[in-house]
């Protein structure tokens, strides 16, 4: 989807539960971050199995999530 956010540098970029996208300071050594703030509103439906993130354009793609990999020893 279409949303082309410019992104600053020290924030963390995020799609939210609601689907919109949302970006809150990120900590950095003993400062703590700051709270979530919404930047653009879109309303994703999600897909069971596919991961949605922010691309280098500011879009939002998803990606079929991978599953496997190693047996966690118990």
């Not at 069971?48 to 496997?68: P, T």
Request: contains cysteine.
């Amino acid at each position: 989807m279409k949303v082309g956010v410019k992104r600053e540098k020290g924030y963390l970029y995020y799609i939210d539960k609601q689907g919109d996208v949302s970006c809150a300071k990120m900590a950095r050594g003993n400062k703590k971050g700051g709270s979530p703030k919404k930047v653009a509103k879109c309303g994703i439906k999600r897909k069971a199995g596919y991961l949605y993130f922010l691309d280098k354009k500011g879009d939002v793609s998803c990606a079929k999530m991978k599953r496997g990999g190693k047996k966690k020893k118990k």
